[in-house]
């Protein structure tokens, strides 16, 4: 694929999320539990189908008299982040990232008060950022992520994750990962099941911080990437990151990036939206019992709501194929006792 055409795709992941209906539909909430018992598999999943669906895919699977039995080998679980495992509202947390970093590096390019899309940023202004289109949005994302060394960038985004806020919950943006999916990946992981990221957020952005909070190491983690090159730098080596697009890891890159790093299909696949449906299809396809699992945002009071028709995290065609096909979607709303870490009680 051209450069160009690659940039276009990444471009447009951006320009949807800056484009988000603020009157879009919103899902009824839905009173649940919220004390949560911290004992057993899946504690803060609520008893009923969708937690009774996980524990007997996994008993059946792991069992060695089962004819399901799946050898531990091949025990392969791919999860999607934006939507999946933490939040994804009102912009892709990796698009704040951008954004907050245009800010602080204004302090050194004092003309981008009167230059574009970096004077909109400045000015909070999205509907500027999102009209400045592909070459704007581009701009922006090769500016914040190009330029520097891969040890440089992972410094920059760890120093960010430590400090910035989320606009709406006030709280650190890796606070806001959902409780029930840190369990499953434990639990999947303790029935010797091998956990991945497979994800259209950056695959460098991720490694700087996810690997402490999802406990899956680096190499585990799959994403997009920028084109980089090595430097030998008089002995000092060092991976450069330059202004181009490598791979964009959503869609159809994703069983496709599956092949290329893992060279195995996925036994169990979660996703949240139309972009993870190529990842579940394939997982679909594995002649192993394989578990597809949605998550499906229904609760506007403790998160958001939204599916069909929204301008991030759709889920619209892969809703309509999980009813078809009998996949597990689970009701955020009924079937989660809370959402986030802190919202346990003691």
Same mark, same amino acid.
């Given at each position: 694929?051209?450069?160009?055409?690659?940039?276009?795709?990444?471009?447009?992941?951006?320009?949807?999320?800056a484009?988000?209906?603020?009157?879009?539909k919103?899902?009824?909430?839905?009173?649940?539990?919220?004390e949560?018992t911290?004992?057993?598999?899946?504690?803060?999943?609520?008893?009923?189908k969708?937690?009774?669906?996980?524990?007997?895919?996994v008993?059946?699977?792991?069992n060695?008299?089962s004819n399901?039995?799946?050898p531990?080998?091949?025990?392969?679980?791919t999860?999607d982040?934006?939507?999946?495992?933490w939040?994804?509202?009102?912009?892709?947390?990796?698009?704040?990232?951008?954004?907050?970093r245009?800010?602080?590096?204004?302090?050194?390019?004092?003309?981008?008060k009167?230059?574009q899309?970096f004077?909109?940023?400045?000015e909070?202004?999205?509907?500027t950022?999102m009209?400045?289109?592909?070459?704007?949005?581009?701009?922006?994302?090769m500016?914040?992520?190009a330029?520097?060394t891969?040890?440089e960038?992972?410094?920059?985004?760890?120093?960010w994750?430590?400090?910035?806020?989320?606009?709406?919950?006030?709280?650190?943006?890796d606070?806001?990962?959902?409780?029930?999916?840190?369990e499953?990946?434990?639990?999947?992981?303790?029935?010797d099941?091998?956990t991945?990221?497979v994800?259209?957020?950056?695959?460098?952005f991720m490694?700087?911080f996810v690997?402490?909070?999802?406990?899956?190491?680096s190499?585990?983690?799959?994403?997009s990437?920028?084109?980089?090159?090595?430097d030998?730098n =008089?002995?000092n080596?060092? /991976?450069?990151?330059?202004p181009?697009?490598?791979?964009?890891?959503? #869609? @159809? *890159?994703k069983?496709?990036?599956?092949?290329?790093?893992i060279?195995?299909?996925?036994?169990?696949?979660?996703?949240?939206?139309?972009?993870d449906?190529?990842m579940?299809?394939?997982?679909?396809?594995n002649?192993?019992?394989?578990?597809?699992?949605?998550?499906h945002?229904?609760?506007?009071a403790?998160e958001?709501?939204? =599916?069909?028709?929204?301008? /991030?995290?759709?889920?619209d065609?892969?809703?309509?194929?999980?009813n #078809? @096909? *009998?996949?597990t979607?689970?009701?955020?709303?009924?079937?989660?006792?809370?959402?986030?870490?802190?919202?346990l009680?003691?």
């Amino acid at each position: 694929m051209r450069k160009n055409s690659i940039l276009l795709i990444i471009s447009v992941l951006f320009l949807t999320i800056a484009c988000k209906n603020e009157n879009e539909k919103q899902t009824e909430p839905i009173a649940v539990e919220t004390e949560v018992t911290l004992t057993g598999p899946l504690p803060s999943w609520n008893e009923g189908k969708t937690k009774s669906a996980i524990l007997d895919y996994v008993q059946d699977v792991t069992n060695s008299e089962s004819n399901n039995f799946i050898p531990i080998s091949e025990r392969i679980s791919t999860f999607d982040n934006d939507g999946n495992l933490w939040s994804e509202q009102p912009i892709y947390f990796q698009l704040s990232f951008v954004l907050d970093r245009i800010k602080e590096m204004a302090k050194e390019h004092p003309e981008w008060k009167n230059e574009q899309p970096f004077k909109a940023v400045l000015e909070n202004d999205m509907e500027t950022v999102m009209k400045s289109g592909m070459k704007g949005i581009g701009q922006l994302l090769m500016t914040t992520h190009a330029g520097n060394t891969t040890e440089e960038f992972d410094a920059l985004v760890k120093d960010w994750i430590s400090t910035a806020k989320h606009p709406t919950k006030n709280v650190g943006y890796d606070e806001l990962v959902y409780q029930p999916m840190l369990e499953l990946l434990a639990y999947l992981r303790a029935n010797d099941f091998k956990t991945y990221i497979v994800s259209g957020g950056g695959v460098d952005f991720m490694r700087a911080f996810v690997s402490p909070v999802y406990g899956i190491p680096s190499e585990q983690i799959i994403g997009s990437r920028i084109t980089t090159e090595f430097d030998y730098n =008089d002995g000092n080596p060092r /991976i450069l990151r330059t202004p181009g697009i490598d791979f964009v890891d959503d #869609k @159809d *890159g994703k069983p496709l990036n599956i092949q290329k790093i893992i060279g195995k299909k996925p036994v169990f696949s979660s996703g949240n939206s139309d972009g993870d449906l190529p990842m579940m299809q394939w997982a679909a396809s594995n002649t192993h019992k394989s578990f597809m699992l949605y998550v499906h945002h229904t609760d506007a009071a403790r998160e958001w709501a939204y =599916d069909r028709d929204s301008h /991030i995290g759709k889920l619209d065609k892969g809703l309509d194929q999980a009813n #078809k @096909d *009998g996949w597990t979607v689970i009701d955020m709303a009924k079937d989660w006792k809370v959402i986030y870490p802190f919202e346990l009680t003691d």
